[in-house]
T-cell receptor, first 112, second 117 residues
Framework: AQTVTQSQPEMSVQEAETVTLSCTYD???????LFWYKQPPSRQMILVIR??????QNATENRFSVNFQKAAKSFSLKISDSQLGDTAMYFC?????????FGTGTSLTVIP | GAVVSQHPSRVICKSGTSVKIECRSL??????MFWYRQFPKQSLMLMAT?????????EQGVEKDKFLINHASLTLSTLTVTSAHPEDSSFYIC?????????????FGSGTRLTVV
């Protein structure tokens, strides 16, 4: 069975600073996808970034980037130049065979 | 991009009544819809997977007679909470694979907050 672990229940960062959210997963599969989703107070799930396991290059989306270490089964999210709008719950997710497995989430607060 | 419209966003119902939650894919065909339940400050827990034209697949521990799922068309999936009780109060979210994974990934509805009184 696939499991996703987020070991940081809560984090905070000063506005304009950089923060890294951790995620590890366990799987015996070789082909899969990894995601970070953001859930602001509105509860709408918003895709932040995704990574295909077969790609060695780390994904980047503007201020968001990941550090994907396949051998270590690690998938951390780095948020640069943090903004107040980044305050939200962040979920790491693993997907294969059309099924998602979510981590328990990290509550991120950006401090003005 | 792909949009999943979920209604209602909030519903309050009396104990013992049934509530229907709808999820529509607006600009793509969703042959599969995932239904999740989320308790406050917790992660999303997959309840069931609905497939157009076939019976839904329920996760272990989810009562299929209580949470009725119907995937009547390629654009509509519904979740009906039957004989609702206060312990069914929760946030329910649907999700569908977008059209062309490389372009859209998976799209989530905006969620339904159900309160049973």
């Amino acid at each position: 069975a696939q499991t996703v672990t987020q070991s940081q229940p809560e984090m905070s960062v000063q506005e304009a600073e950089t923060v890294t959210l951790s995620c590890t997963y366990d799987t015996s599969e070789n082909n899969y996808y990894l995601f970070w989703y953001k859930q602001p107070p509105s509860r709408q799930m918003i895709l932040v970034i995704r990574q295909e396991a077969y790609k060695q290059q780390n994904a980047t989306e503007n201020r968001f980037s990941v550090n994907f270490q396949k051998a270590a089964k690690s998938f951390s999210l780095k948020i640069s130049d943090s903004q107040l709008g980044d305050t939200a719950m962040y979920f790491c997710a693993f997907m294969n065979f059309n099924q998602f497995y979510f981590g328990t989430g990290t509550s991120l607060t950006v401090i003005p | 991009g792909a949009v999943v419209s979920q209604h209602p966003s909030r519903v309050i119902c009396k104990s013992g009544t049934s509530v229907k939650i709808e999820c529509r894919s607006l600009d793509f065909q969703a042959t599969t819809m995932f239904w999740y339940r989320q308790f406050p400050k917790q992660s999303l827990m997959l309840m069931a997977t609905s497939n157009e034209g076939s019976k839904a697949t329920y996760e272990q521990g989810v009562e299929k007679d209580k949470f009725l799922i119907n995937h009547a068309s390629l654009t509509l999936s519904t979740l009906t909470v039957t004989s609702a009780h206060p312990e069914d109060s929760s946030f329910y979210i649907c999700s569908a694979p977008g059209q062309g994974f490389e372009n859209y990934g998976y799209t989530f509805g905006s969620g339904t907050r159900l309160t049973v009184v």
